[in-house]
């Protein structure tokens, strides 16, 4: 017994060491849609449990993700060999599934620590300044960075109100989202795009109008409708807006801001600094840079954990379920949209190729239009980086021609993947920790296509006055 483990520890061994060069992608162009059954099985649970079986998908969503994620994974090993099945799944989980829930969860409690506290009352002035510093956070610190460190205190702003669903939406749209789009911090597509050449200033001298006229515009949206709903609230409760007690404002455990800090820092250190160490298991590339910045993200978590004082996250209702829930979920996503992303990046030989073709003319220019449209619906469902880079290689690749010549199609790749993953739920992760934040504090959130219904009548008509204005 103890010579079979000893084999079968050494053969995993074996193949996790191997050459880098023996790694073979699964064959993109030969999947057909059946291989995309699992994502679509895990996106409708997602969508439909919570609506119509909750106490189930409340107790049991984590069984539900993993047997999605086991009827993608048997059929890899069924239908292709062993290592292609293990080196595919590593490169999802190891490659992406495990840095993106270590970035996401030091986010998660160093944000945490962070407690705002004073007399905050929750009318249009107030909530409209929480999202336009939220969207110039974002750029700092990344719109997951953002979101967690706002979304608590703007709860707390607002938790006398009636009507405040409206406010979490847009706090999607804006902070979550659209506003990350001027730096390689706001956004992971953004960053993947600075890893492979794009300039860092880039983006905010390209972006910078069409980003600052989609903000300005959602905000003016967002401030009419709560200036409406609060003349309704106003009516219905004549003393909201009265305080016992004026608390002032103050900023509880400050010392995270160091930790926010080391982690950006963090992110920038990995795009800058290149030791040309890498090692490499089960045909993942792991850099030593990228390894330095993950243990920088877990030290910095565990350092907020042992400075701040239980009593402030206490004071933000701070619990473990909302990263749970996103670890869960998303383990779930990233198995079963491995064969989704190969038969993607099979481009013209894949089961997608009538939509590929959409994003080139009869002369093989590109239609930026088409472009836009088609990165940010797939990145509505689909991982928003891993899309981001299928159309970027799909415009050729070369970051000097599409940030001159063909600065457009950057444009329109960059706006679909950062703008579009705010129309739904798992458009971007820090959609999906918010609404679960939100619902963790008992306040009422649509379902998964209730959600859709907002976005798609705010965010459609933006968007195509955006690709109108700057696209066409």
Do not use: R
């Given at each position: 017994m103890n010579m079979k483990i000893s084999k079968a520890a050494l053969a995993v061994v074996a193949l996790g060491l191997a050459p880098v060069s023996a790694y073979a992608n699964l064959p993109g162009p030969e999947l057909s849609l059946w291989w995309a059954f699992p994502f679509a099985g895990i996106l409708l649970s997602i969508a439909l449990f919570p609506l119509f079986a909750p106490h189930f998908w409340h107790k049991n969503y984590g069984k539900v993700a993993l047997f999605w994620a086991l009827l993608?994974?048997?059929?890899?090993?069924?239908?292709f060999p062993a290592r292609t099945s293990t080196e595919a799944l590593a490169h999802a989980l190891l490659g992406d599934?495990?840095?993106?829930?270590?970035?996401?969860?030091?986010?998660?409690?160093?944000?945490?620590?962070?407690?705002?506290k004073g007399t905050f009352v929750g009318k249009p002035g107030l909530n409209t300044a929480f999202l336009a510093i939220g969207a110039v956070l974002a750029?700092?610190?990344?719109?997951?960075?953002?979101?967690?460190?706002?979304i608590r205190p703007l709860i707390g702003a607002n938790d006398k109100r009636h009507y405040q669903m409206h406010t979490y939406i847009f706090f999607i749209f804006i902070v979550a989202n659209i506003a990350g789009s001027l730096t390689p911090l706001g956004d992971p597509p953004l960053f993947l795009g600075f890893l492979r050449g794009v300039t860092f200033f880039w983006t905010a001298a390209h972006l910078w109008e069409v980003t600052g006229l989609a903000v300005l515009i959602l905000l003016v949206i967002y401030y009419c409708l709560d200036t409406v709903l609060l003349k309704k609230e106003i009516q219905e409760n004549p003393h909201f807006g009265q305080v016992d007690e004026q608390i002032p404002i103050a900023i509880e455990g400050s010392q995270n801001f160091i930790l926010l800090a080391c982690i950006i820092g963090a992110v920038l250190?990995?795009?800058?600094?290149?030791?040309?160490?890498?090692?490499?298991?089960?045909?993942?590339?792991?850099?030593?840079?990228s390894i330095v910045r993950?243990?920088?993200?877990?030290?910095?978590?565990?350092?907020s954990m042992l400075v701040t004082k239980k009593e402030h996250r206490q004071a933000n209702q701070f619990?473990?379920?909302?990263?749970?829930?996103?670890?869960?979920?998303?383990?779930?996503?990233?198995?079963?949209?491995?064969?989704?992303l190969e038969m993607l990046r099979a481009g013209h030989e894949g089961a997608f190729s009538s939509l590929v073709a959409l994003v080139t003319n009869a002369q093989g220019e590109p239609v930026n239009a088409a472009f836009f449209w088609l990165t940010g619906m797939l990145s509505s469902f689909l991982d928003n980086a891993p899309t981001y880079l299928a159309f970027f290689n799909l415009?050729?690749?070369?970051p000097q021609v599409l940030m001159g010549p063909e600065a457009h199609t950057l444009m329109a790749i960059s706006m679909g993947a950062v703008f579009m993953g705010a129309m739904t739920f798992i458009g971007n992760a820090p959609n999906f920790m918010v609404i679960s934040i939100v619902q963790n504090r008992g306040i009422k959130m649509p379902s998964f296509f209730g959600y859709m219904i907002w976005s798609y009548c705010i965010l459609i008509p933006l968007f195509l006055l955006l690709t109108f204005i700057y696209l066409i």
């Open positions: 993608c994974a048997v059929p890899l090993y069924i239908f599934y495990i840095p993106f829930i270590i970035f996401v969860g030091s986010l998660f409690v160093v944000a945490g620590g962070i407690h705002l750029n700092f610190m990344g719109t997951t960075g953002a979101a967690m460190l706002l250190l990995s795009g800058f600094w290149k030791t040309n160490v890498e090692f490499h298991f089960l045909g993942v590339h792991m850099a030593l840079e993950d243990l920088i993200f877990l030290l910095a978590a565990i350092a619990t473990w379920e909302p990263i749970l829930e996103v670890g869960k979920l998303f383990f779930g996503i990233f198995v079963t949209i491995v064969p989704v415009a050729g690749g070369d």
